[in-house]
């Protein structure tokens, strides 16, 4: 389909990029046990408990995932009761998510669509709920016009709730190898705003193979100030904003594993955060 916002050539030529280094991630991430596709992890176990209370009454509400890769979330979400449908740039992603519900008999709608066309790429339809996040919004070059699709998406008295990496997550980094014996730095931005990174994506954040091939990807720092604006910006309103110490799976060696299955830093580690949390309403 034609990309409604358009952007430069070169912005344009880094999205294609990242379209075809996710097409080439999709077979190596199917069968990572990263995702536990293999029945080996519950889809539920995505979530924070907070993110079901912020997400509110699912049962029959429809829903809308945006940038969903394979959908092991949306999977989660429509067996709260949504009318669920994902979208993702990738072709390849969008293929398997519909075997992997097939799989676990769950009924879900996939869209391949750019985010930024997302409006045209469902004729137009509306959702009580946008749910997003979890390593997407650094793939978006522009945050305006994608608050501007997320509202337009949005039906009044409907909400998009984002959860996402915090900027602290990726400005830290371990001496390797990580252990117990060491610390944390600071050795990247906490502030966005310094334009495009390309990044060598030889191996994804997944265990597996390297790619053979499309292993360059480009990512976008967005603060999270510069992500509520955004949302305000398109008419939206802020109704909860939250940080979390915990994460669904284990960035670093030191971290451990909780009661609820997510992972923290240690005890004698100083307690930062790493997930933060949008919710945002259409008046």
Request: charged residues 25%; negative net charge.
């Amino acid at each position: 389909m034609e990309q409604v916002h358009t952007f430069d050539a070169e912005t344009t030529r880094m999205m294609l990029a990242n379209r075809a280094n996710w097409d080439a991630r999709t077979p190596i991430h199917l069968a990572s046990a990263f995702y536990g596709l293999d029945g080996t992890r519950d889809s539920a176990s995505w979530f924070a408990d907070y993110e079901w209370v912020d997400l509110g009454e699912l049962d029959g509400a429809d829903l809308l995932h945006l940038q969903c890769h394979l959908g092991t979330e949306t999977i989660a979400l429509a067996r709260r009761g949504a009318r669920a449908v994902g979208l993702d740039l990738s072709g390849e992603s969008v293929r398997q998510a519909r075997v992997v519900a097939e799989r676990a008999g769950v009924d879900i709608e996939y869209v391949e669509a750019n985010v930024y066309d997302a409006a045209a790429a469902l004729g137009g339809r509306t959702f009580d709920r946008i749910y997003t996040g979890k390593g997407a919004v650094c793939y978006l070059p522009e945050l305006a016009p994608w608050a501007e699709v997320v509202a337009g998406l949005l039906r009044p008295g409907g909400s998009c709730y984002l959860v996402e990496f915090h900027p602290m997550l990726y400005a830290l980094g371990a001496v390797p190898p990580a252990d117990r014996s060491e610390e944390l730095l600071l050795r990247n931005d906490y502030l966005g705003g310094r334009g495009v990174e390309a990044r060598d994506a030889t191996r994804t954040y997944t265990d597996g193979p390297a790619l053979t091939e499309a292993t360059v990807a480009y990512e976008w720092r967005h603060g999270i100030g510069a992500v509520i604006n955004a949302l305000v910006g398109a008419g939206l309103r802020i109704e909860r904003v939250r940080e979390s110490e915990a994460l669904p799976w284990p960035r670093w060696s030191t971290m451990v594993r909780t009661g609820d299955g997510s992972f923290r830093l240690p005890d004698d580690a100083p307690r930062i955060p790493l997930l933060y949390a949008l919710l945002a309403s259409k008046p």
